[in-house]
């Protein structure tokens, strides 16, 4: 958990989500930090975790996420959050918020989609076989990574020289925990939670992406009460990374009103 | 067959043409041609260039021979994800795009390409993110190799190591269930005793030598063995298994301990000859309910006992440590009690323990004893440290000197490389005792 900008500033905490780590954040941080106390985190399993946090039962539903959303709130004493969840984490956020909504102040939900599996009249964009294609892709990739990812990850600190070589030195993951996420994050179905959501909330999208296409950010928008939806003129999943301004600006438009 | 490198020494060249014939103007004349743009566009891997929002501006002949599309197909009209299986460019969105934007670089990452008529071509990708005179990103830059003999591998070694997965897994199922025999499922209740047992199990792969069990005689008195058979895995395995079960049938022949671990002794001889030895240590107790309450030798133990006696017999084994009921502690050896198994007329003696309310019987293997104290790799833990250990523990009741001895090999960590099992026989307190302190 990394916690910056000011601290006495209204609370902004960042959730990453697949396939990353806090680092996703970066571009967007500085702007943030200038009104806010940004706290960002790695979830369990990804970033520098404790590996030894991990269970693959707790993390194989986003409620287990969730569970830890609420407890680093808990820890840090964390009132009035205005929760920033990207990708899958946005659904985690929805999930705490209902949980524990005096906890909240506001919701900003970015580039999320609530369901990723096509079902009846509802496109989520994906099938299940496109899903296992994923979790192929994550394997031959992770065949090269893990070799030189998983013992630091593990912390092998005999091996140091290990750390050096990383063909990346971000978004570091174990590949099995990284195929839970895979699963837990493509495979949750959480529409019907959207319409329990009594904190206010923001949804961004991207013009062009590829994972949550514009009509399932309209649908998120639409089952929230009282939401508002902020489309970017950007491409791809990441807007946090490939239209930083835009979405800094969307994020303190937003939260400097809570 | 033969070495085809260097010049032919006769300068003749008899057939073959695969020498190169030196001074060959027109080779070289073809070699100079060789222009940039020929190298581009006809390289033995794909060219792509794009915007920083993937749409296409460039690409390369190569590539789109292997995707079966013409060049207006594909610049200013697709992105990079486009090329992709669904599978990747979902791979691409969450974690190949957003690397690229933070490092400026990304390589050898699998993916797959998708041809006009449905093909799918394994290749690796590396991509650049150039940048103009002001650091500012202006393009990206990839190139795409062919990666179909690498896809075939790694399919293959998946395949083994999930295979290895399993078989591990099988494994130590099979080594879960068999040292599960080995060892009672649940601590028979003893009439006014309380009893409690501990086994750590050192590898997941391999069944541990240790045993232990406790069960009633016909006549009312209980008879309890712990043990460990020299060696690990399936041969140690086999043994304990004829030890426990020897142990079980002598006593119920001739329960006089000595007499129990002479006929194993005899056992082990008879069954492990010659080169095979096989050999164990063994601490085996009768308990007789206290002669004081229910008279000499009769009748079971009842909570109302005042105590119960224990006729001991070792075989090599680490002495018993009696927790007393007043506090303190002391090992109650079988002095010359040899290995069992090593030589057909081994000496066993006798010790009697008189347990009195609150105290509590303490046996152990050496997997306790031998282990690795934190810190000091060299040193083992011993028996010195476990008698303070003891002595500072008791008085304590069975469970909670079981539990608490759980506690203390879990503090060695990775300096407890051994199996370990505990047995604890206790009196408990009368309830008036406790009241009184």
């Known amino acids: ?258 | 067959m033969m070495c085809a490198s260097g010049a032919d020494p006769d300068g003749g060249g008899t057939g073959g043409g695969d020498g190169p014939p030196g001074g060959d103007v027109a080779v070289f004349a073809a070699l100079l041609e060789d222009s940039a743009e020929d190298l581009y566009e006809n390289a033995p891997c794909g060219y792509l260039s794009t915007l920083l929002d993937g749409t296409i501006v460039k690409v390369n002949a190569t590539l789109t021979t292997w995707l079966g599309r013409s060049r207006e197909e594909l610049v200013g009209r697709r992105r990079f994800a486009d090329l992709l299986t669904v599978g990747g460019r979902l791979y691409h969105e969450t974690h190949f795009a957003p690397l690229l934007t933070m490092q400026g670089e990304i390589g050898g990452v699998a993916l797959e390409l998708k041809a006009a008529d449905g093909t799918r071509l394994p290749v690796l990708v590396t991509s650049l993110v150039k940048t103009g005179g002001d650091g500012q990103p202006l393009l990206i830059r990839t190139t795409i190799t062919d990666a179909r003999d690498r896809r075939a591998y790694e399919v293959e070694l998946m395949r083994a190591h999930r295979e290895v997965d399993a078989e591990r897994e099988r494994l130590q199922r099979l080594a879960t269930t068999l040292q599960r025999t080995l060892l009672p499922p649940t601590l028979s209740r003893v009439p006014g005793l309380e009893v409690a047992a501990y086994y750590h199990i050192a590898s997941a792969d391999r069944v541990g030598g240790d045993f232990y069990d406790l069960f009633p005689l016909a006549d009312g008195r209980w008879a309890f063995f712990l043990g460990d058979v020299c060696g690990k895995g399936v041969a140690a395995a086999a043994v304990t298994s004829l030890v426990r079960y020897t142990l079980r049938a002598a006593t119920v022949y001739d329960p006089d301990p000595v007499a129990v671990l002479r006929n194993l002794n005899t056992v082990l001889n008879h069954e492990y000859q010659g080169d095979d030895p096989r050999f164990c240590t063994v601490i085996f107790g009768l308990i007789s309910p206290d002669p004081g309450s229910d008279g000499p030798g009769s009748g079971p133990l009842t909570p109302d006992a005042l105590g119960c006696t224990i006729v001991l017999a070792a075989g090599g084994h680490p002495p018993a440590l009696l927790l007393r009921a007043d506090g303190g502690a002391e090992f109650r050896p079988t002095p010359g009690g040899q290995l069992v198994g090593v030589i057909p007329d081994a000496h066993f003696t006798t010790s009697t323990v008189r347990l009195e309310p609150g105290g509590t019987l303490l046996l152990y293997t050496d997997g306790l004893t031998e282990a690795r104290v934190p810190g000091s790799m060299a040193d083992r833990f011993g028996e010195e440290a476990l008698f303070d250990f003891a002595a500072a523990l008791a008085p304590a009741g069975a469970r909670a000197a079981v539990d608490a001895v759980t506690d203390l090999l879990a503090s060695f960590g990775a300096g407890l490389d051994d199996d370990a099992a505990i047995l604890a026989l206790g009196v408990p307190r009368r309830s008036a005792e406790e009241a009184a302190g």
Not at chain 1, 48 to 69: F, I, K, M, N, Q
Not at chain 1, 128 to 157: F, Q, T
Request: glycine content about 8%; charged content about 25%.
């Open chain 1, 1 to 258: 958990m990394l916690v910056s900008g000011r601290e006495d500033g209204p609370v902004l905490l960042l959730a990453h989500g697949f396939g990353c780590d806090l680092n996703m954040w970066r571009l967007v941080v500085p702007v943030l930090e200038e009104r806010f106390k940004v706290v960002r985190f790695d979830h369990v399993g990804a970033g520098r975790s404790d590996p030894a946090a991990w269970d693959p039962e707790r993390y194989a539903t986003l409620a287990g996420y969730a569970d830890d959303v609420l407890a680093i709130c808990a820890e840090a004493e964390l009132r009035d959050v205005v929760f920033v969840g990207h990708s899958v984490s946005a659904m985690i956020g929805v999930l705490a918020a209902i949980r524990e909504p005096e906890r909240f102040a506001g919701l900003v939900l970015l580039t999320p989609s609530p369901c990723y599996i096509d079902d009846g009249d509802y496109r989520g964009g994906f099938s299940r076989a496109d899903i296992e294609e994923l979790l192929d892709s994550l394997d031959s990739n992770y065949l090269g990574w893990s070799a030189a990812m998983a013992p630091v990850i593990m912390g092998n600190p005999e091996r140091p020289e290990l750390g050096e070589e990383l063909t990346n030195s971000f978004c570091r993951t174990d590949p099995k925990m990284a195929r839970v996420f895979a699963h837990t994050t493509f495979l949750s179905d959480n529409r019907a939670d959207l319409a329990e959501v009594g904190t206010p909330t923001l949804v961004i999208q991207c013009r062009h992406d590829a994972i949550a296409p514009p009509e399932v950010g309209r649908f998120v928008h639409e089952r929230i009460p009282g939401s508002r939806m902020v489309t970017l003129d950007a491409t791809g999943h990441c807007p946090q990374l490939s239209a930083p301004e835009a979405t800094a600006e969307a994020i303190v438009d937003f939260a400097s009103r809570r």
